[in-house]
């Protein structure tokens, strides 16, 4: 049976946002927009707002909630934690399930997954922690740089909206981007720089909707959390400005990224291009962005979807478990 839009007007729905990870902030501006989308709706929903950090996540069960637009973003919200705390409940939500979050979140894993499946993705190296904050003086920079190159990236493992990110331009300054990422996280991704543009793939039900180009300003060495979120100098071109060839490649690869994981509903899939012009998959993104600036809503926009219907669409996947067909 597929249930319809009519059908949301039979479930108490919760906006979980906010949260404890370092993407707080994000995550409650995805939130709020969302709660008024939904409110604002003509199907006239029962919807409310929860906060994880203010409130016992049992509580929904008593407040009568039976659907979840789970908007948290990092650890708790896409690890998979969430994800099997809400199973157990009994309660629908958006996204992925437990397995898929946890692999997504986890960039080695994705990585790994990508490699045996021929997905492209950029080539790095891992390691643990201990061994850079306990092993400063038999850490070997020099085979770091002999196989990877620099510049270089020196990412954390499991952060979000590039928390942790350094880019690395000489020798001097590796370790000590290896010390931030290491104190965040307990593995460490040292990454390939690839000399192109960057780009964001929302994908919604196995389907592309189109390559996004995100263009920073030249202060900045990289899409950081000052460009994404507080400096809204950086610029998108929703289309990319792309040949059509290469834009059947890119949302291709997108599109073999999400389904490889084993993602139905919907994320977000970065990608890389090289001064070749060839697409390399960085990370997916499994519960995207909806503040007003994010780049799903814009996507969603160029196709004809608007906002609110985007928001609804989300919810039908949800109560409809296309995660689970």
């Known amino acids: 049976m597929q249930y319809t839009l009519e059908d949301l007007k039979n479930y108490k729905i919760a906006v979980l946002c906010g949260g404890t990870s370092n993407e707080r902030e994000v995550s409650l501006n995805s939130g709020k927009c969302i709660y008024d989308a939904l409110k604002s709706s003509s199907l006239n929903l029962d919807v409310i707002l929860f906060d994880p950090k203010n409130e016992d996540l049992s509580k929904l069960k008593e407040l009568g909630v039976n659907l979840v637009f789970n908007t948290l973003h990092g650890r708790f919200g896409e690890d998979g934690q969430i994800q099997g705390f809400l199973d157990v409940l009994g309660i629908k939500y958006t996204g992925c399930r437990v397995l898929q979050s946890a692999l997504t979140l986890n960039k080695l894993f994705t990585k790994k997954i990508w490699l045996q499946s021929n997905v492209s993705t950029p080539k790095s190296i891992s390691l643990k922690s201990h061994e850079i904050l306990d092993s400063r003086e038999t850490l070997d920079i020099d085979h770091i740089i002999a196989e990877l190159g620099l510049p270089l990236f020196v990412k954390p493992n499991l952060e979000g909206s590039s928390i942790g990110i350094s880019k690395v331009k000489d020798r001097d300054s590796l370790y000590k981007a290896l010390e931030v990422a290491a104190k965040i996280d307990k593995d460490v991704i040292i990454e390939q720089y690839i000399n192109g543009g960057e780009y964001s793939v929302p994908v919604l039900n196995g389907k592309a909707l189109a390559a996004i180009q995100i263009i920073i300003d030249s202060k900045y060495e990289f899409y950081d959390y ?93 109560i409809n478990d296309v995660e689970l067909g």
């Open 226 to 318: 000052q460009s994404k979120y507080i400096d809204h100098s950086t610029r998108y071109e929703c289309p990319a400005n792309l040949t059509a060839e290469q834009t059947k490649q890119i949302l291709a690869l997108a599109e073999q990224a999400a389904k490889t994981i084993g993602i139905n509903s919907w994320c977000r899939v970065d990608i890389l291009s090289n001064d070749k012009g060839e697409f390399y998959a960085l990370e997916v993104n499994t519960n995207p962005g909806m503040t007003e600036y994010s780049l799903f809503p814009m996507a969603a926009k160029h196709c004809g979807m608007s906002y609110q219907d985007l928001c609804l669409h989300v919810l039908l996947n949800a």
